[in-house]
């Protein structure tokens, strides 16, 4: 493994670090310090429509980098915990009322840093999401596997800011895409933005 490839692969992990992709543990209970009223505020579909795609800095109006306050302004927010993530830490997550879908989000000093999205409401411009298989991934470009809190994520060349996770391929050492199962599936595609791709 080359160089740039160790700092990629370092950076996707340290992305996934916090993500729920091997945690168990139940949420916690609602931060009391939270009235209902802001879990739950907002009241537009944050700005979907029939042709809202997944893009590399978001969905609609929820963006990475977004404050709290610029989501609830324009989205609904319908929870808002803390929960126990990877190696015991605490991250606070917030779901999203996408009209088609809900979306849970990852929030750090109140800003959004990463969409986690496990249905097939959302897909890229070139229909790629939740159900695309890996033989469909590996054809729509450049493909990368990588491994990280015990899942197999593909990335590709021209969908920075993006990341699939995988169901139906054994976890391993990362290898070429063509060695991967063609019937592997997305469960899950993470938006984290190109410029944490590029760090």
Same mark, same amino acid.
């Given at each position: 493994?080359?160089?740039?490839?160790?700092?990629?692969?370092?950076?996707?992990?340290?992305?996934?670090?916090?993500?729920?992709?091997?945690?168990?543990?139940?949420?916690?209970?609602?931060?009391?310090?939270?009235?209902?009223?802001?879990?739950?505020?907002?009241?537009?579909?944050?700005?979907?429509?029939?042709?809202?795609?997944?893009?590399?800095?978001?969905?609609?109006?929820?963006?990475?980098?977004?404050?709290?306050?610029?989501?609830?302004?324009?989205?609904?927010?319908?929870?808002?915990?803390?929960?126990?993530?990877?190696?015991?830490?605490?991250?606070?997550?917030?779901?999203?009322?996408?009209?088609?879908?809900?979306?849970?989000?990852?929030?750090?000093?109140?800003?959004?840093?990463?969409?986690?999205?496990? %249905? =097939?409401?959302?897909?890229? &411009? /070139?229909?790629?999401?939740? !159900?695309?298989? $890996?033989?469909? *991934?590996?054809?729509?470009?450049?493909?990368?596997?990588?491994?990280?809190?015990?899942?197999?994520?593909?990335?590709?060349?021209?969908?920075?800011?993006?990341?699939?996770?995988?169901?139906?391929?054994?976890? %391993? =050492?990362?290898?070429?895409? &063509? /060695?991967?199962?063609?019937? !592997?599936?997305? $469960?899950?595609? *993470?938006?984290?933005?190109?410029?944490?791709?590029?760090?």
């Amino acid at each position: 493994m080359t160089i740039s490839q160790r700092v990629t692969t370092a950076g996707l992990i340290a992305i996934l670090g916090c993500s729920d992709t091997a945690d168990t543990t139940p949420d916690e209970p609602e931060d009391t310090a939270r009235s209902p009223q802001r879990s739950i505020a907002g009241t537009s579909h944050c700005g979907i429509d029939a042709g809202t795609i997944v893009g590399p800095e978001g969905i609609g109006r929820l963006r990475i980098g977004a404050t709290i306050d610029d989501v609830r302004a324009g989205c609904r927010i319908v929870r808002d915990t803390m929960r126990v993530a990877a190696e015991g830490m605490r991250e606070r997550r917030i779901t999203v009322d996408l009209g088609r879908d809900t979306v849970e989000t990852v929030v750090v000093e109140d800003r959004i840093r990463r969409i986690h999205v496990d %249905g =097939p409401a959302f897909r890229t &411009a /070139d229909d790629l999401g939740v !159900g695309t298989t $890996v033989d469909a *991934l590996r054809r729509s470009g450049s493909a990368r596997v990588l491994a990280g809190e015990g899942s197999m994520f593909l990335t590709l060349a021209d969908k920075c800011g993006l990341s699939f996770r995988l169901d139906g391929v054994p976890f %391993g =050492p990362e290898r070429p895409a &063509a /060695d991967l199962p063609a019937d !592997g599936r997305v $469960v899950e595609v *993470l938006v984290f933005g190109c410029e944490a791709t590029n760090q």
